[in-house]
């Protein structure tokens, strides 16, 4: 199977993920409170906004990835 396409529908579903969760979440141990020799800590959720422009941009450029040839090298 040739790469150009696969690229392609990698983009649009890529893009199509964004648009359908607009974030994404990790979880981070941080320090909470320290006192000599004894540390506690909690696991905390962090959510980071992903913009929707990006997801409709990378369909847009993987459309263009499956809807235009590439250039012959002749």
Request: charged share 15%.
């Amino acid at each position: 199977m040739k790469s150009r396409p696969v690229l392609g529908i990698i983009l649009i579903l890529i893009g199509a993920a964004i648009l359908a969760y607009g974030h994404f979440s990790y979880r981070k141990n941080e320090t909470v409170l320290e006192v000599g020799p004894i540390k506690a800590t909690a696991e905390r959720t962090k959510n980071v906004p992903v913009s929707p422009i990006l997801g409709w941009v990378l369909i847009g450029v993987g459309a263009c990835v499956l809807i235009f040839p590439a250039r012959s090298k002749t």
